[in-house]
């Protein structure tokens, strides 16, 4: 049982554009990071936030935890190749143990 | 900065045959993992453990023993491999507390035919 859904696992955009990724599930976290991973490596953390309704932004890239902290969402604005990845977000309970999200596979193109 | 590291970065086993992947950190961390990462599943905590001398199971534990005899050491079992066990393995480390960065390997990509 996957405890936190991605959507979409694959998106394939135009240099310029604006996405948004979704991260749902229906358990509370007392906190949710996003990483980055590209082929051959680990993930790397890029945000991490911990209070419901917490918004967080990092240059182009807008990250945001639920009120009720079950979801998420990241929102990349005037996407660059460079952002090309596997974004994976991650829910951590108070014992330190975090599960991760199914991913979204994200390309953009020049 | 060696950070996390893994060994081997490439293994190829035969059905049944058993391993080890070696896993160390250099940062004192007391929280350590092992994840497995399939194709549209994400990263799937297979065991963690909290500080020397203490392991417990994540969501896929069958089939993997783990032990942490020292803080920078964590080694990863595989007791008799199967090809479902065919998978890219991520150690992982991190400091006490939610929300703290958790540091990643570099992956060791396990092939079982």
């Known amino acids: 049982t996957q405890l936190l859904e991605q959507s979409p696992q694959f998106l394939s955009i135009q240099e310029g554009e604006n996405l948004t990724v979704y991260c749902n599930s229906s358990?509370?976290?007392?906190?949710l990071q996003w990483y980055r991973q590209e082929p051959g490596e680990g993930p790397v953390l890029l945000v991490t936030?911990?209070?419901?309704?917490e918004v967080k932004k990092l240059k182009r890239l807008t990250f945001q935890f639920g009120d009720a902290r079950k979801d998420s969402s990241l929102h990349i604005t005037a996407a660059q190749p460079g952002d090309t990845g596997l974004y994976l977000c991650?829910?951590?309970?108070?014992?330190?143990?975090?599960?991760f999200g199914t991913g979204t596979s994200l390309t953009v193109i020049p | 900065n060696a950070g996390v590291t893994q060994t081997p970065k490439f293994q190829v086993l035969k059905t049944g045959q058993s391993m080890t992947l070696q896993c160390a950190q250099d940062?004192?961390?007391?929280?350590m993992s092992w994840y497995r990462q399939d194709p549209g599943m994400g990263l799937r905590l297979i065991h963690y453990?909290?500080?020397?001398?203490?392991?417990d199971q994540g969501e896929v534990p069958n089939g993997y023993n783990v032990s942490r005899s020292t803080t920078e050491d964590f080694p990863l079992r595989l007791l008799s491999a199967a090809p479902s066990q065919t998978s890219v393995y991520f150690c992982?480390?991190?400091?006490?507390?939610?929300?703290?960065?958790?540091?990643f390997g570099e992956g060791s990509w396990l092939t079982v035919v």
């Open positions: 992982a480390s991190s400091p006490r507390g939610s929300g703290n960065t958790i540091y």
């Open positions: 358990s509370v976290f007392s906190s």
């Open positions: 936030v911990v209070t419901g309704g």
């Open positions: 991650a829910g951590g309970n108070t014992g330190n143990q975090f599960y």
């Open positions: 940062m004192n961390h007391e929280y």
């Open positions: 453990s909290v500080g020397a001398g203490i392991t």
